[in-house]
């Protein structure tokens, strides 16, 4: 396991629904290159497939407008 730190951090077990993702040949070629930087760093084999949710998620958490929207539409405003 190496000592490098990568935003996304070691993926939590969860409940999984099948979806479709379509993407360029380099996003993919990336994906996988980050798939394996995050394998070696976290000592545990991950795949793309594996980390895109968890990427989407962190993105979608990051973002203010959306939570902003998100929050106001879950409390009724």
């Not at 996304?8 to 360029?24: A, M, S, Y």
Request: proline share 5%.
């Amino acid at each position: 396991m190496s000592t490098t730190k990568l935003r996304l951090g070691p993926l939590p077990k969860t409940e999984n629904l099948k979806l479709t993702f379509t993407c360029p040949a380099s996003l993919k070629a990336d994906l996988d290159r980050y798939a394996a930087l995050h394998s070696q760093t976290y000592g545990e084999e991950v795949d793309a497939l594996t980390l895109i949710p968890h990427m989407l998620e962190a993105f979608m958490a990051r973002d203010r407008v959306f939570r902003r929207i998100n929050t106001q539409s879950c409390t009724g405003n």
